[in-house]
């Protein structure tokens, strides 16, 4: 039988998600795909298009690749567009000519910008904010440019302004309209949104008519409005609203609405029953919907529709839940009241900026919609009351003001399996408890099973209850306890020990734990109060804590040796300690490696041998490098502005910096950083859990990277900085993490695990919103005053030097110890047994030595 | 036969709640002190990770006993019978061990 062959006009954000719910269909093996796209690349996400101003690259922003299609035999065609249609004989051709015949058409053209018919509205630095070549052409705009205005206040024109604040422009907002998002606030939440975006600087202009564009006096062009005033800037964002992408369906015989867009069924076909149209090109009941989730429900039931299921569209919500300018707002079911009978409730805060209305059914007992500004913690709440038809439990007004105690929270036990909880992603509650079950039990691990919060991230504190609920069904006790030792999490055990002023794990197993503590929780409390107090961690107290890594300060070998790792900050090195290096290497025999971290390791070196190397290494202008501590390990350099033709900034002395500044600090796990001297990011600093990068203009700080078993790209959190800027950032974010992971947490899994994630820690580290970033540059500040090189100290003390021999009642050295030659050097012997085991996993637990 | 006891060193070179390694009629001997001043001997060989090392382990309540943790690969063994608690087959000796006028002696 001959495959049905399925041609995909449009490869954006719907028709790709059609493409992939196809190769995801269990059938798909009887079908061919093969898909056009006018734009030069293949799908990629539109939603988050603004972060391409943030840094992130087109490459980041794909939702596919060329090898994904290409491994599911979906063929493509970039940089073609569709321009003819013949309904008739099932054909399409596209603008090179090419013909394709088709069994199913679907048509997935999205929409374009509309652009009001101004006079002048054509010239140069006149734009529109969807593609990425319109943002590659808004930023060549901006380098030529003062003041920039956007033309409509909805949405997206916030959205537009926001990039134009960003790219360092005068801004102002146009809006026809009396109202600010006209569309989604009534008129109390337009006025305090109002308020916040001047207060940000940015001209808000409403009920502005724009009769044309001429030259202007002071900037490039004047809009003159038909008030009579007037407003100059040098470039003119269009974001006036979407049309649907229609012209296709129009031209040959499809039916089209009377104000646009392809008319579709409940099963997404248009008037010709093999061509469907999905996305925001289709006009369902007479309504365009300008978000994704419908999109994607549409490619979900026009996949169904053409393999034989019964799914059908029924319809979506569009409640929105963003951040403007920095500003939450949040707009739900019938915002503007348009229910006959409706009631409302009204709560306002011009102080704080936090604006709320709730409008309920006429007997007051559902939630119709509501209004959030300045504050949408209820947003995920309201939602599910609205969309599961749920009765207000207590009074309704409770429902908005601010958390007094005993506000009904909506039971997520109340919510039928199939409420949506993200929509982005059309996940639903049963989805995540199948995920919980499946094995998914944190916020991270949710994300990367459900690909729920990945999307607007507006639903991650509805998600988080989710997933609890369904831990709690299935009987796992939520349980961070650090462990059997102490009932606490380890944020809580650091609380205590910092508000009780506790300096010995006796005090804390004492006063708040049981046992006699164990591998788990005598390294982390260690930890911790290295954090707290930076103490010598082998005085008598601290020293029954430590990992012997950090007993011997160095790093346990398979065979019982240890590794000898000198800091070398940043990577530098004089060729004075080069020789001193290899002398001490050939002086003990130690295997001599460079590492990953740009320093030098050795290897092999028994017990007693480690003070008689350290005194050697220390005499040598060396210290301690922590190669063994849960701590900084290194700072990894390029060699920056003082040697490379493309350095901006001295990205070597900035390295040496921060390793000094951090170095020694005691960390939930380890944790590294990098600093590269321009964009082409030589030392990988997008790997790290800090990466500095040096532009034209300062730093960019990149926050919660990593390698290792899953790396992940660290995220900008700042643009521009100057070097004060960038170390206050830095010290918060340590502290702020040393004070609330979890032991042995990443960085990034740390954030992947924070309600608000990259927002909130920019909250907190940037605007302090919960007011502590100055107790933690004070906690930093300590740590950083009581450094201490540990091998220094140690070699100074007879007493800790008696650890350092193999036996305590003999001289004699460790005789089962066995090495190879290979490649001119000796290494340990491998024991294959060991190894086998290794091998299969018959370890107890990850190796968490270091 | 009467039971032959070999000083190792003083109490007081023993920091509470961690180990050392002593050298006993040529085998390598953990020894631990705990922290009501007990001691306890096992073999500091290792057959998990085939090495010497249990005596730099952590000590570790395992639901009430006192074991030491390897610093390899963190298997459990009991400081009071040299039982590995995860494989039992991987288990070590267990030796006399008293404290006499201040000096710990291995039997
Ligand atoms: C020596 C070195 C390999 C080398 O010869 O290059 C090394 C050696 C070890 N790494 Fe590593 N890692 C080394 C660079 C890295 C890097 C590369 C980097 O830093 O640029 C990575 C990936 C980057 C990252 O961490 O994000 C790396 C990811 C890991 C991981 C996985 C961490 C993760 O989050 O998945 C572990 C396991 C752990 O920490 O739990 C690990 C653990 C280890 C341990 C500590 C394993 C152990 O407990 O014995 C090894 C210690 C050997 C020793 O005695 O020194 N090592 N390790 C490198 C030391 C760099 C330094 O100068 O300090
Ligand atoms: C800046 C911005 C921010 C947004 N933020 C959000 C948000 O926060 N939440 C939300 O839900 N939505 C948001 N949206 C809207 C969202 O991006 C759209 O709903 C979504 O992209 C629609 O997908 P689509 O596939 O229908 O259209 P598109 O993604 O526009 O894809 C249509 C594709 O078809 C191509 N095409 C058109 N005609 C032809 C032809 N004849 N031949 C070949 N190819 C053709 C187009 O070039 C385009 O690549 C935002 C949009 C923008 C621009
Ligand atoms: S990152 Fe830039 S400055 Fe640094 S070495 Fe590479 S090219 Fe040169
Ligand atoms: S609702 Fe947007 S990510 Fe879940």
């Not at chain 1, 904010?129 to 440019?145: G, N, W």
């Not at chain 1, 949506?420 to 995920?435: L, R, T």
């Amino acid at each position: 039988m001959s495959k049905q062959k399925i041609v995909v006009v449009g490869n954006g954000m719907v028709g790709h998600k059609f493409i992939e719910n196809m190769i995801e269909h269990p059938d798909y093996d009887q079908y061919e795909v093969i898909t056009f796209s006018e734009e030069p690349r293949l799908a990629y996400d539109r939603v988050q298009l603004s972060y391409y101003f943030a840094g992130k690259t087109a490459e980041e922003l794909m939702l596919t690749s060329p090898d994904y299609y290409d491994e599911h035999g979906v063929r493509y065609i970039v940089k073609d567009k569709v321009i003819s249609l013949d309904t008739a004989n099932n054909k399409i051709v596209t603008e090179s000519g090419r013909e394709e015949s088709y069994d199913q058409l679907i048509l997935a053209t999205g929409s374009y910008p509309f652009v009001p018919p101004i006079p002048g509205k054509d010239q140069d630095h006149c734009l529109v904010y969807r593609t990425i070549e319109d943002l590659e052409a808004i930023t060549a705009s901006a380098k030529e440019s003062k003041v920039g205005v956007v033309v409509g206040g909805g949405l997206l024109g916030l959205e537009a302004a926001n990039a134009l604040k960003n790219l360092g422009l005068e801004t102002h907002v146009v809006e026809f309209a009396p109202r600010l998002m006209a569309v989604q606030l009534d008129e109390g939440g337009g006025d305090v949104l109002r308020a916040k975006i001047e207060a940000l600087d940015v001209g808000v202009h409403t009920e502005k008519n724009t009769k044309e564009i001429v030259a202007g006096e002071t900037c490039r062009y004047r809009m003159n409005f038909a008030d009579g005033t007037f407003l100059e800037t040098d470039m003119i964002l269009f974001s006036a609203g979407i049309r649907p992408q229609d012209e296709l369906a129009r031209q040959f015989d499809i039916e089209i609405g009377p104000r646009g867009g392809i008319v579709i069924n409940n099963q997404c076909q248009t008037s010709i029953p093999n061509v469907y149209a999905v996305g925001e090109c289709a006009l369902w009941d007479n309504k365009i919907y300008g978000l994704v989730a419908p999109g994607y429900q549409m490619a979900k039931v026009a996949v169904d529709h053409i393999t034989g299921g019964n799914l059908a569209f029924e319809g979506a919500d569009m409640s929105t839940k963003l951040k403007l300018l920095g500003v939450d707002v949040a707009s739900i079911g019938d915002a503007q009241a348009r229910t006959p009978g409706c009631l409302s409730y009204t709560y306002s805060n011009s102080h704080d900026g936090v604006y709320k209305r709730l409008i309920v059914s006429e007997d007051n007992t559902k939630v119709l919609g509501a209004v959030l500004i300045g504050d949408v913690d209820a947003y995920g709440n309201l939602l599910q009351m609205m969309l599961g038809d749920i009765a207000i439990p207590g009074s309704p007004e409770a429902l908005i003001l601010p958390s007094v105690d005993g506000a009904p929270a909506l039971g997520v036990d109340a919510l039928p399996d199939s409420a949506q909880i993200c929509s982005c992603h059309d996940v639903s509650k049963g989805d995540i408890f199948e995920a919980v079950k499946g094995g998914c039990t944190d916020l991270a691990g949710i994300k990367s099973c459900t690909k729920a919060v990945t999307g607007c991230g507006g639903c991650a504190a509805m998600t988080t209850q989710v997933m609890n609920a369904a831990l709690t069904e299935m009987g796992v006790e939520v349980n961070n306890n650090l462990c059997d030792h102490f009932e606490y999490t380890r944020q809580e055990v650091f609380d205590i020990i910092r508000t009780k002023k506790i300096k010995t794990f006796d005090e804390l197993l004492a006063g708040y734990g049981s046992g006699k503590g164990c591998e788990i929780c005598k390294p982390a409390v260690g930890s911790m109060l290295a954090t707290q107090w930076n103490e010598y961690i082998l005085s008598d107290d601290n020293i029954q804590l430590q990992d012997t890594n950090d007993i011997f300060l160095a790093n346990m070998q398979k065979d019982g040796t240890y590794s000898v790792v000198p800091r070398m900050a940043a990577g530098e090195v004089t060729p004075d300690q080069l020789i001193a290096l290899g002398e001490i290497g050939k002086e003990f025999n130690l295997y001599t490696k460079l590492t990953g971290g740009q320093r030098i390791d050795f290897f092999g070196a028994q017990l007693h041998q480690l003070p008689i190397i350290w005194e050697k290494l220390i005499a040598a202008g060396f210290e301690t490098g922590h190669a063994y501590g849960k701590s900084l390990r290194t700072v990894k350099s390029c060699v920056g502005s003082t040697w490379c033709r493309y350095g901006m900034l001295d990205s070597v002395s900035m390295a040496v910096l921060l390793e000094m500044r951090y170095k020694g600090m005691r960390t939930p796990h380890k944790v590294k950083m990098a600093v590269s001297g321009c964009t082409r990011e030589c030392a990988e600093a997008q790997s790290k859990d800090v990466g500095v990068i040096a532009t034209d203009k300062g730093w960019n700080l990149y926050l919660c990277g990593n390698g290792g078993m899953k790396p992940r790209h660290a995220d900008l959190f700042a643009t521009d900085l100057d070097d004060e800027t960038l170390i206050k950032y830095v010290d918060r974010f340590y502290m702020f993490y040393c004070h609330t992971a979890d032991r042995l947490q990443r960085t990034s899994v740390w954030m992947d695990n924070m309600e608000g994630g990259l927002d909130y820690l920019k909250s907190v580290i940037i605007e302090d919103k919960l007011g502590i970033c100055e107790d933690l540059e004070a906690d930093m500040a300590r740590i950083i005053d009581n450094y201490e090189c540990e091998w220094k100290k140690t070699i100074n003390s007879k007493e800790r030097l008696k650890r350092f021999a193999h036996f305590i009642n003999s001289d004699a050295t460790d005789d089962t110890l066995a090495y190879v030659a290979e490649r001119g050097q000796e290494r340990a012997r491998i024991d294959m047994d060991a190894r086998a085991k290794i091998a299969k996993g018959d370890v107890i637990e990850t190796v968490e030595v270091v | 036969m009467s039971q032959v006891w070999n000083d190792i060193c003083d109490l007081s070179d023993l920091v509470k709640n961690t180990g050392v390694c002593a050298l006993h009629n040529g085998e390598q001997v953990a020894v631990f002190l705990d922290d009501e001043s007990n001691v306890y001997a096992i073999s500091n060989y290792d057959p998990c990770g085939n090495a010497y090392v249990l005596s730099r382990g952590l000590i570790a309540d395992f639901k009430g006993k006192l074991t030491v943790a390897s610093p390899l690969y963190k298997q459990h063994f009991d400081l009071t019978t040299g039982e590995c608690i995860e494989e039992p087959e991987n288990s070590v000796k267990a030796y006399p061990v008293r404290v006499e006028a201040g000096k710990v002696q291995l039997g």
